[in-house]
């Protein structure tokens, strides 16, 4: 099992930004594709970005494309996910996962990853 810390949620005005990261722990993190989910109360999880366990390969939600960026940096164990021009509807709490991936892919479905953090809160103001 891996463990997963997420930090730097908060409170932004509209089109300010933020850096999400999240340190993981407790398995090879080169061998561990990662992805970030949000979830705004009264709606299903959702996914926001996920990027491969070599960085070879990103992929991200249309309504983020542009906007966020997910990076990760093996040596530190941590990804990272860098939100710029914030909207209140990306209001949200977001979660970092991670599954072991034998292949070097993005994974995009909540069932794909065994692995979560407990979630940071971002509210954007408008």
């Known amino acids: 099992q891996v463990q997963l810390v997420e930090s730097g949620g908060g409170l932004v005005q509209a089109g300010g930004s933020l850096r999400l990261s999240c340190a993981a722990s407790?398995?090879?993190?080169?061998?561990?594709?990662m992805g970030w989910f949000r979830q705004a109360p009264g709606k299903e999880r959702e996914f926001v970005a996920a990027?491969?366990?070599?960085?070879?390969?990103?992929y991200y939600a249309d309504s983020v494309k542009g906007r966020f960026t997910i990076s990760r940096d093996n040596a530190k164990n941590t990804v990272y996910l860098q939100m710029n021009s914030l909207k209140p509807e990306d209001t949200a709490v977001y979660y970092c996962?991670?599954?072991?991936?034998?292949?070097?892919?993005?994974?995009?479905?909540?069932?794909?990853?065994?692995?979560w953090g407990q979630g940071t809160q971002v509210t954007v103001s408008s």
């Open positions: 407790g398995r090879t993190f080169s061998s561990l594709a």
């Open positions: 990027i491969s366990r070599g960085t070879v390969s990103t």
């Open positions: 996962a991670a599954t072991p991936d034998g292949r070097d892919r993005v994974r995009v479905s909540r069932q794909d990853y065994d692995s």
